[in-house]
Structure formats: C-alpha cells, structure tokens
C-alpha cells in the first residue's frame, strides 16, 4: 500500500510502501479517502514528543501517523458483521484494549494498555490506503455529509468529554479559554449542554469571531484586556465553569482565577513544564475550587460528537479547511505547521 510514514525522531514523512494491513478479530481494515494533519502528528515529526500522552512505549521507526482518517471499511476480520463492509466510516483514534477494568467500565480513554492510533507504534495510523482498527472505533459517517469533515469529529468528542467531566449546564456560566479548533468546540458543546453564558478567550480577534458563530455571548482578546479582569467584570463572582485547552502556566493560571467559588476547571490543555503559582493554589484551596484532568474521549462520547454533527447542532462549514491531494504532502505538512493554519486534510486514497 501507500503511505506517509515518519523514517526517524524529528523527521517529515515520506512515501513509503508498507505491506496491507489483515484484520485480526474484532477489526475491520478501512480503505482511507481522506486523513487530517493532527496537533499529535506534528509533535512527533518534530521530535518534540519522543511518547505520547502517557502510551506505552516511545516510537520505533519507521511509522505511520495519522490520528484522524475517514475512508470506508473493505473488510472484516473475525467476529465482526460482513455487513459492515462498505460503510463509511470515521475513526476514534482513542484504542482501549477491551479488556482491562477501564474498558470494561466503558472509560477506553483510560484503558490501562492506552494507545493512539498513529500515535503510538503499536498501531500504524491512517496516514495509507489502508488502516486496521477496532470495529468499535469504527463510526459510521453518514453519506450525506462531505467525509473531508469527518476528522473534526474527534476534537469535537474531546469536548464532549470536557463538557462531562465538569458537568455544565443549565444556571452556569462557562468560560473556554483557547478559541483553536478544541475551544471553538468547547464553545459549541458548552452552548448544546444549554449553559446560561458563553465566554470565549483568545489572543487572536479572527479565532473569537468564529467563537461567537459557534454560540459565544462574548468574547475577550487576552492581547487587549486582562482576561481574568475581563470574566470577572462579565460575570460579578467569575464562572462556575471553565475549559482550559491551551495548557500554558499562564492560561491554567487565568482560568483558575477565573472560576467563581466552588467553581470547576476541565484541564485539557498539556503544555510541558506547567507550574502553579502559590497564590493561585491557596485560591484553589480557599475558594473550594475543583481541578478536573480530561484525557480525550470514549467511543461513547465519539458518538455523541457525531450525532451533534448529523443532526446539524455544530456547524462544521464555519471552519477553515485545506484539502491536499497525496502528492502534496510535503506542502500539507508545512501548512499545518504554520501557526492558526486552517484544518488541513490530505486526501488518501480515491473518495468513492
Ligand atoms: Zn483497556
């Protein structure tokens, strides 16, 4: 088959020829139309990441990435409905084992064996023709909708996920700080979750217009206003919840402050190097205020991303994307670099 694959730490792809993929029980191998250039992908040909978030082993090479593909499954390994061949499908790049007392309990995003798809060398990602994954990974991706916006299903699950943990609601105010593709989808999934106001915070005025499409009743310009000052004067005592998706020592630190007493914070964000100032921890302590970590999404939560989108709830159309035919994958690869770079989405193999 064909595929992108990284030769070294700290090196781009390259075109390589793997050998196919064959299904083992429980999987179907999926023909890959289109995969999205991932934030994780990045991090690892720039050989920032020598592992990721917590899996097991760090890369051997050579390696295919790829996080986020859509394509239609071909065939099915054992145990698994010969029905299903020729669905399209999305793909939860989020790999519980199965098995362990985390999967069991339907929390795969914790499976004590965690891998990610591309993302991990244990299992080769969606970045070539072909790509074998767990059948219950496999999403259907209605006919309908163009399969080039599949791949935002997966940061709009993460949100989901986030939305959870800290359960918002009705009566809260939510702030999400970080107007990137995840807090574009905190602001929608905070709004679907039917909280009473929105408050989006960015450095970039572009990103907080698309925040107010996505249902932000305001927005703040962290570069033009003191954004902890800026919540506060919005809403007297704070927010009674905030998602923190940029993970600096200076944007955990804001969020903190900006949470009324009792309030919760969702900690999605993982810069590296993140310190708690002092004050900010007697704050925590003093304020009775709630830190929850957010470690991506089930396939539960995947699912619920999905029919947000299907049923027409988050409008992907807002949002910038790229589409690169696989020729161009060294051009693909240098534009998502590029800072507040559109989603961008290399085409795979033939869309059918
Ligand atoms: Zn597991």
């Known amino acids: 088959v064909k595929a992108l694959q990284l030769e070294r730490h700290g090196g781009g792809p390259v075109l390589a020829s793997p050998p196919d993929p064959v299904p083992t029980a429980g999987e179907v191998v999926v023909g890959v139309e289109y995969c999205a250039v991932a934030v994780g992908e990045l991090l690892v040909s720039s050989g920032a990441r020598q592992e990721y978030h917590g899996t097991a082993d760090s890369f051997t090479y050579p390696h295919t990435p790829g996080f986020q593909g859509v394509g239609r499954i071909v065939s099915a390994g054992p145990g698994v409905s010969a029905e299903r061949v020729g669905e399209r499908v999305t793909i939860n790049g989020v790999l519980g084992c199965g098995e362990c007392a985390e999967c069991r309990r339907a929390a795969e995003n914790r499976c004590e064996r965690h891998a990610l798809l591309g993302l991990?060398?244990?299992?080769?990602?969606?970045?070539?023709?072909?790509?074998s994954v767990p059948e219950r990974n496999a999403h259907t991706w209605p006919d309908q909708l163009s399969p080039t916006l599949a791949p935002f299903v997966s940061e709009l699950a993460t949100m989901v996920h986030a939305v959870r943990r800290i359960d918002c609601g009705p009566g809260d105010d939510l702030a999400v700080v970080g107007a990137g593709q995840t807090g574009l989808f905190g602001v929608a999934s905070g709004r679907i979750a039917g909280v009473s106001q929105v408050i989006s915070v960015d450095i970039d005025p572009e990103r907080l217009e698309l925040a107010r499409g996505f249902g932000a009743d305001h927005t703040v310009d962290a570069r033009s206003a003191d954004p902890v000052d800026a919540v506060h004067e919005l809403t007297g005592e704070g927010v009674s919840r905030v998602i923190e998706v940029?993970?600096?020592?200076?944007?955990?630190?804001?969020?903190?402050?900006?949470?009324?007493?009792?309030?919760?914070?969702?900690?999605?964000?993982?810069?590296?190097?993140i310190v708690f100032d002092l004050p900010d921890y007697e704050r925590i302590v003093t304020r009775e205020i709630s830190l929850r970590g957010c470690l991506g999404k089930t396939n539960r939560e995947y699912a619920i991303a999905l029919s947000w989108i299907a049923d027409g709830k988050v409008d992907l159309g807002l949002l910038p994307l790229e589409v690169y035919p696989l020729e161009r994958f060294e051009d693909a690869w240098q534009a998502a670099?590029?800072?507040?770079?559109?989603?961008?989405?290399?085409?795979?193999?033939?869309?059918?």
């Open 337 to 352: 670099e590029e800072p507040g770079s559109p989603r961008i989405v290399i085409e795979i193999g033939q869309a059918a």
């Open 120 to 131: 991990d060398s244990r299992h080769a990602g969606c970045m070539a023709e072909y790509v």
């Open 246 to 273: 940029v993970g600096s020592t200076e944007t955990v630190g804001q969020a903190i402050r900006m949470l009324a007493p009792r309030g919760v914070a969702a900690l999605v964000g993982t810069g590296t190097g």
